[in-house]
């Protein structure tokens, strides 16, 4: 994924054309060897590696990956933090009744250690102090499962009565509401209402954004992204491993900054190049672009010769990119004396209106599985690029504050270390996950993923491309291949 601190500086302005040959010159490619052909890939995430990866397979081995940053992997970011590998990025490799791409690589990856992630325990506790009845967020849970899988909503959406959904927040409330009041006593309603509100902030978390922007469709067009999650004990980056394996060193070049990209040459003489922030330049015939959609937000009106078409630009801004955020504490003894289970602060109406305080975004603090001594810290809600910028001292001091108060325990330690995500502040990704936002459409995603040039000259992979696995490591490996097969069927045509 590439980095463009310094690219307003770098890139040229890009003037308009058509995206047919003015000039009625097109070079005939398809009487090269795929021995020549050369493809120049944007982007070492697994959209990046996978595109390069299927493309070597099938003999076009001139094929090249630029990633802007000192590792590859992308939004897959692995980290061994105390006595366990920590996930600042992707988590879980989810799996259903569907095909699942990355489930299979993980299948393949030999020697390599997976677990089903079973239930823990996790205690809800009222931060007044009151007694919860353990039950009923069993109850609410399975209820809002049921929210989330849009069940209701596909008859709704069938007939076009989803008008008065303004986004999935609204809807949440809603039906939350209808639940409350039909299926529970007067006498619990108010910490139903408080357990629905803890589930919808932590369902918002997964994705880093605020429900008021998610379009309500979200829930109806994309397959059921939490469910069936597998984790890995020695961290997500394993699954790479062969991929990486598969692709020689001189094919991956790290620490490459792209700052324009040349995507359709009018003539023979002028062809299509990727132009690197360091000089350097580097032909293609193909360019594959796998850049996270926060990076397309800020610099796709000016890093592409020409410019991309209106309707492209348009998809790349009504499109929602999230920042979920991760914050990590290391112990230097085990937590076992003090932390018996996974906690869920739950915070009343009134105290969520009176103090609206960043650490009422906590959802959850859980012991992660196969650690004794790191805590993962949940956030949901709001405020995730203002968390995320936070200076360590306030974090590791609030969530202490926190964790004491709600766990009754004064004598809780603080950390030895945290390690915490950067996602929105990094200029090599600006923000973490795609989500369909309420100015978008499924044509969005559409438009997005269709390549420009009858060569085909400039192709686009990424999680934001897809919508059977929109925002999902299966998406990003899927549209990888989808578009490394386009170029591969070109050429048998």
């Given amino acids: 994924m590439q980095c463009f601190k310094n690219a307003r500086r770098k890139i040229f302005n890009a003037t308009i054309l058509k995206q047919e040959n003015p000039h009625g010159n097109v070079t005939d490619v398809t009487s090269k060897s795929i021995n020549d052909v050369q493809t120049v890939i944007i982007g070492a995430g697994l959209a990046g590696l996978s595109a390069a990866h299927h493309l070597m397979k099938h003999g076009f081995k001139r094929t090249i990956i630029l990633e802007a940053s000192d590792r590859y992997g992308g939004r897959i970011n692995s980290k061994h933090f105390g006595d366990a590998f920590c996930e600042l990025g992707a988590k879980w490799i989810t799996i259903d009744a569907s095909h699942n791409s990355v489930y299979e690589l993980l299948q393949q990856t030999s020697g ?62 809603a039906e939350s509401s209808k639940i409350i009041n039909a299926m529970f006593k007067e006498k619990d309603r108010l910490l139903v209402d408080d357990v629905f509100n803890a589930l919808m902030k ?49 094919n991956l070049l790290i620490g490459r900054p792209v700052g324009e990209i040349k995507w359709f040459g009018p003539n023979r003489d002028n062809k299509k190049s990727v132009n690197c922030l360091d000089g350097s330049v580097i032909n293609a015939d193909h360019i ?12 796709a009106g ?33 937590l076992r004396p003090w932390f018996l289970a996974n906690v869920r602060p739950l915070w009343s109406a009134e105290e969520r209106l009176q103090d609206r305080h960043w650490t009422k975004q906590v959802v959850e603090i859980s012991r992660l599985p196969s650690s ?10 709001a405020y995730y690029d203002e968390i ?37 502040s990094s200029a090599c990704y600006l923000g973490g996950r795609p989500y369909f936002s309420t100015s978008s459409s499924a044509q969005d995603i559409q438009t997005l993923s269709l390549p420009l040039g009858v060569d ?17 490591v299966d998406g990003a490996r899927m549209s990888g291949i989808r578009e490394a097969q386009r170029i591969i069927d070109y050429y048998k045509k």
């Avoid at 397959?223 to 890995?232: E, G, L, M, R, S």
């Avoid at 004794?372 to 809600?381: A, D, K, N, P, S």
């Fill in 112 to 173: 390599l250690s997976k677990k089903i992630q079973t239930k823990t325990e996790t205690v809800y506790i009222d931060t007044k102090g009151g007694e919860i009845n353990k039950h009923i967020p069993e109850v609410v849970d399975i209820f809002f499962k049921k929210l989330c899988a849009g069940v209701e909503l596909k008859d709704r959406y069938a007939k076009g009565n989803l008008h008065e959904l303004n986004n999935v927040y609204t809807y949440f409330q």
């Fill in 202 to 250: 932590d369902f918002g978390g997964k994705l880093g954004c605020n429900l008021e922007y998610l379009n309500i469709e979200q829930l109806i067009k994309f397959k059921n992204q939490f469910a069936y999650p597998i984790y890995i004990p020695t961290g997500m980056n394993s699954i790479l491993h062969d991929i990486i394996m598969s692709i020689d060193r001189e």
């Fill in 288 to 299: 594959i672009c796998t850049l996270p959609l926060g990076v397309l937000k800020t610099f």
């Fill in 302 to 334: 000016h890093m592409f010769k020409p410019t991309l078409p209106v309707e492209k630009i348009k998809a790349i801004n009504n499109l929602g990119f999230g920042s979920p955020v991760k914050i990590y504490f290391e112990y230097k003894k085990p």
């Fill in 372 to 381: 004794t001594r790191v805590l993962e810290i949940t956030i949901g809600g």
């Fill in 388 to 424: 995320e910028k936070l200076p360590d001292r306030e974090v590791i001091d609030e969530i202490t504050k926190l964790l004491r108060a709600v766990l009754k325990n004064p004598k809780i330690p603080f950390p030895s270390e945290v390690l915490r995500s950067d996602w929105s």
């Fill in 456 to 472: 085909p000259s400039l192709l686009f992979a990424g999680d934001a491309t897809t919508l059977n696995g929109f925002g999902t």
